[in-house]
Nanobody, 126 residues
Framework: QVQLVESGGGLVQTGGSLRLSCAAS??????????MGWFLQAPGKERKFVAA????????NYADSVKGRFAISRDNAKNTVYLQMNSLKPEDTAVYYC?????????????????WGQGTQVTVSS
């Protein structure tokens, strides 16, 4: 089992950068044996895939809309996953959620994940 807590959201200008963090607390299963993902959700809309990475962090997957701008990474020694967000756009504005799965590499569907954080707000001003 794993509990997830996101942090690092805030207000930034277009073109700016932000780094989100997701701190994990696990029991039984090691953090290194959870694939991790980031999703975003705007008000009234479906939760959408942003990025995912494997147990070791060596394999990653990104939504087309963020490829080349965002980078997902993890530090298993710190039980933390990160989302580095660069060249931010107003359309990136949303609540960002951290998610975990026991699969080797996280998928792109919300149904691929069994554990979720509470979310952190990211607002990009124009």
């Amino acid at each position: 089992q794993v509990q997830l807590v996101e942090s690092g959201g805030g207000l930034v200008q277009t073109g700016g950068s932000l780094r989100l963090s997701c701190a994990a607390s696990t029991s039984g299963r090691s953090f290194s044996n959870y694939a991790m993902g980031w999703f975003l959700q705007a008000p009234g809309k479906e939760r959408k895939f942003v990025a995912a990475l494997s147990w070791s962090g060596s394999r990653t997957n990104y939504a087309d809309s963020v490829k080349g701008r965002f980078a997902i990474s993890r530090d298993n020694a710190k039980n933390t996953v990160y989302l580095q967000m660069n060249s931010l756009k107003p359309e990136d504005t949303a609540v960002y959620y951290c998610a975990a799965t026991t699969a080797r590499l996280g998928g792109t569907s919300v149904y691929d994940y069994g554990y979720w954080g509470q979310g952190t707000q990211v607002t990009v001003s124009s």
